[in-house]
């Protein structure tokens, strides 16, 4: 039956509801107001290029006092809203939402990130992360090697070490009689 994902639809319309009564009343209610987070590249989600460089993953934006020409589809809304001073058009699917927060009453609802999204972004890291770890590897470092090895007692490959910083974490085990 998938509740989990029939819950996630419904409780997204909450969203839709809320954007298209703020159309019908021509203004938030009283002292409503609505941060909404959304991911930047989820497909539909259209937003400035310099807004997309500087929030690759997700941003929020905040309707308050100063949005225009909001719109309220079936699948998603559009609004105008000022960056800088600069105003700039997005257009928010409801599936791109992940967080939706109206502070004056208390409100907030958190959404799972559709697994579309999952997806593209594990492909996407995994080669930005093959650069970061390849010098690491070629690095010499004999004190991380030494964690490494199988040891006799379990508890001290599981305590952390700062030896590298002078630090040193010695397990209770030492001390104990054998």
Same mark, same amino acid.
């Given at each position: 039956m998938?509740?989990?994902?029939?819950?996630?639809?419904?409780?997204?319309?909450?969203v839709?509801?809320?954007?298209?009564?703020v159309?019908?009343e021509?203004?938030?209610? @009283?002292?409503?107001?609505?941060?909404?987070?959304?991911?930047?590249r989820?497909p @539909?989600?259209?937003?400035?290029?310099?807004l997309?460089?500087?929030?690759?993953?997700e941003?929020?934006?905040?309707?308050?006092h100063?949005?225009?020409?909001?719109? #309220?589809n079936?699948e998603d809304?559009?609004?105008?809203?000022?960056?800088?001073?600069?105003?700039?058009?997005?257009?928010?699917?409801?599936?791109?939402?992940?967080?939706?927060?109206?502070?004056?009453? @208390?409100?907030?609802?958190?959404?799972?990130?559709?697994?579309?999204?999952?997806?593209?972004?594990?492909?996407?890291?995994?080669?930005?992360?093959?650069?970061?770890?390849?010098?690491? #590897?070629?690095?010499?470092?004999?004190?991380a #090697?030494?964690?490494?090895?199988k040891?006799?007692?379990?508890?001290?490959?599981?305590?952390?070490?700062n030896?590298e910083d @002078?630090?040193?974490?010695?397990?209770?085990d030492?001390?104990?009689?054998?």
């Amino acid at each position: 039956m998938n509740y989990e994902l029939m819950t996630q639809m419904a409780l997204r319309g909450v969203v839709r509801d809320a954007v298209r009564r703020v159309i019908r009343e021509d203004a938030l209610p @009283g002292a409503h107001h609505f941060y909404i987070t959304f991911l930047t590249r989820y497909p @539909g989600a259209e937003i400035d290029e310099t807004l997309a460089k500087k929030y690759p993953e997700e941003i929020t934006i905040v309707l308050e006092h100063q949005f225009w020409d909001l719109t #309220a589809n079936e699948e998603d809304f559009e609004v105008t809203l000022k960056f800088g001073g600069v105003p700039k058009y997005l257009k928010v699917p409801y599936m791109a939402i992940t967080r939706f927060h109206d502070p004056s009453v @208390g409100f907030a609802l958190q959404f799972e990130t559709p697994r579309e999204m999952e997806a593209s972004a594990t492909i996407e890291t995994l080669p930005k992360a093959e650069p970061a770890t390849a010098p690491a #590897a070629v690095e010499p470092k004999p004190k991380a #090697a030494k964690p490494k090895s199988k040891s006799k007692k379990k508890k001290q490959t599981e305590m952390p070490s700062n030896e590298e910083d @002078g630090d040193k974490v010695v397990s209770l085990d030492a001390f104990r009689k054998k």
